[in-house]
Nanobody, 125 residues
Framework: VQLQASGGGLVQAGGSLGLSCTAS????????IGWFRQAPGKEREFVAA????????RYADSVKGRFTISRDNTKNTLYLQMNSLKPTDTAVYYC???????????????????WGQGTQVTVSS
């Protein structure tokens, strides 16, 4: 599975930005797919994910109510709509996919098998 993320950029605080991640190769219903981010000097942190097919999405508390994760299975594409952006959202955003994750490992980067190349999101104050 290869993941290709796109859509990052520069936006002012309070603005919106959308990210896309297209997967090549099959990601069936056993896959968990989601988004992480990493700010300079910080560890990679969980943003949002779908735990396998049929489950409601999960969000980090820091983005809940502002970010929306969605997917289009016909296009093998994952999205992240980011609204009400804050300077603290500035980071490189990565999409990730993993097989046979358990729910308790959803937020752990080391639980994921495949990663996109990352796309920079910068929010100015």
């Amino acid at each position: 599975v290869q993941l290709q993320a796109s859509g990052g950029g520069l936006v002012q605080a309070g603005g919106s930005l959308g990210l896309s991640c297209t997967a090549s190769g099959r990601t069936d219903s056993t896959y968990t797919i989601g988004w992480f981010r990493q700010a300079p000097g910080k560890e990679r942190e969980f943003v949002a994910a779908f735990f396998r097919s049929g489950y409601s999405p999960r969000y980090a508390d820091s983005v809940k109510g502002r970010f929306t994760i969605s997917r289009d299975n016909t296009k093998n594409t994952l999205y992240l709509q980011m609204n009400s952006l804050k300077p603290t959202d500035t980071a490189v955003y990565y999409c990730a996919a993993g097989r046979r994750l358990i729910m308790s490992s959803l937020g752990r980067p080391d639980a994921y098998d495949y990663w996109g190349q990352g796309t920079q999101v910068t929010v100015s104050s």
